[in-house]
C-alpha cells in the first residue's frame, strides 16, 4: 500500500518535512510513500495510493497561492474520492497561519470526496489535532512530530484498506 505526499515548497522548507513524514509512514509495515511538488506529480502514482498528505508553506497567514489553485482541481483529477487524506504546513512564526492553511486543504479534500485524519488526541502525546505544523527556521526540532504523523496516518491506511 502506499500514500502521497504533493507539496508546495518555495524555500525548501516543506519539501524537507516530506522526508519526515515518509520515516513514519514506511515505519509501518508494507507502507510506501513518495512526496511530489505540485509542478511534478506522478499521476499513476497517486492515483494508485490509498491516501494523499497535501503540504503547503504559509504567506500571509494563509497557505500558498500555488497550493489554493493547485486544490482547485488537482486532487479530484487525481481521484482521490473515498480515500485517506491528510495536511500538513509549514510557517516562519507560532502564529503563522499553519493551522488556517491545514483547515482549508482539508476542507477541499472532503469537497473531494476523501476522509480527513490526523489522529487528533486519541493516541495521546503528541496531539495532533489537524496536521503538525513546523515553524522555521528549527525545522528539524519538528522532525519526530512528522514522524509521528506519518505514522499515525499510515495505520489508520492500513486499518481501512488492507484486504
Not at 512526496?35 to 497535501?54: H, M, P, T
Request: glycine residues 12%; proline residues 3%; negative net charge.
Amino acid at each position: 500500500m502506499q500514500i502521497s505526499i504533493v507539496y508546495d515548497s518555495k524555500t525548501g522548507n516543506t519539501q524537507e518535512m516530506a522526508r519526515y513524514v515518509i520515516e513514519g509512514i514506511t515505519s509501518v509495515e508494507g507502507m510506501k510513500a513518495k512526496a511530489f511538488s505540485i509542478d511534478n506529480i506522478d499521476a499513476e502514482y497517486v492515483k494508485n495510493s490509498c491516501g494523499l498528505i497535501v503540504d503547503t508553506p504559509t504567506y500571509n497567514g494563509y497557505l500558498s497561492a500555488r497550493m489554493k489553485a493547485w486544490l482547485e482541481s488537482g486532487p479530484a483529477a487525481l481521484q482521490v474520492a473515498g480515500k485517506l487524506g491528510g495536511a500538513y504546513a509549514t510557517a516562519a512564526f507560532i502564529h503563522g497561519g499553519g493551522d488556517l492553511a491545514i483547515q482549508c486543504i482539508l476542507t477541499h479534500l472532503m469537497v473531494d470526496g476523501m476522509m480527513t485524519y490526523s489522529g487528533g488526541q486519541s493516541y495521546g502525546m503528541p496531539v495532533i489535532h489537524l496536521g503538525p505544523v513546523a515553524i522555521a527556521p528549527q525545522l528539524e526540532q519538528f522532525a519526530d512530530l512528522f514522524r509521528t504523523y506519518g505514522q499515525r496516518m499510515a495505520t489508520q491506511a492500513a486499518a481501512l484498506f488492507r484486504n
